[in-house]
C-alpha cells in the first residue's frame, strides 16, 4: 500500500507564489509517475502537471511558464512550485503517484488565490 501526504496550500494574493509538496511511503514501484491534478468547485478534476521517475514531464497549458514540477526519486518526493498566481488557480490540489498497476491519491491541499 502507498500513502501520499501533501502539504503547502494556503490563502495567497494574486501574483504571489506557493510551493506543495507531496511525500510517497510504502511499497512504490521504481517505475512510475507523480503529478498534481486539481479540482475547482462544480469542475471536473484536471492535469496540472506530471513528471516521470525519469524525468519526463507534461504541464496543462494554463499553467505552462507559471508552474514549475520536480520531484526527489531517493525522497519519493514530488514538488510543484507555483508563481504568478491567479484567481483561478484556486482549487483543491491533489498528489497522484501511478504505475503500470496502480493508481494513488493524497488527500488534497487547498489552494485559494484571492485579494
Known amino acids: 500500500q502507498v500513502q501520499l501526504v501533501e502539504s503547502g496550500g494556503g490563502l495567497v494574493q494574486p501574483g504571489e507564489s506557493l510551493r506543495l509538496s507531496c511525500a510517497a511511503s510504502?511499497?512504490?514501484?521504481?517505475?512510475?509517475?507523480m503529478g498534481w491534478y486539481r479540482q475547482a468547485p462544480g469542475k471536473q478534476r484536471e492535469l496540472v502537471a506530471t513528471?516521470?521517475?525519469?524525468?519526463?514531464?507534461n504541464y496543462a497549458d494554463s499553467v505552462k511558464g507559471r508552474f514549475t514540477i520536480s520531484r526527489d526519486n531517493a525522497k519519493n518526493t514530488v514538488y510543484l512550485q507555483m508563481n504568478s498566481l491567479k484567481p483561478g488557480d484556486t482549487a483543491v490540489y491533489y498528489c497522484n503517484l501511478r504505475t503500470i498497476t496502480s493508481d494513488y491519491w493524497g488527500q488534497g491541499t487547498q489552494v485559494t488565490v484571492s485579494s
Open positions: 510504502g511499497s512504490i514501484f521504481r517505475l512510475n509517475v
Open positions: 513528471m516521470a521517475n525519469g524525468g519526463s514531464t
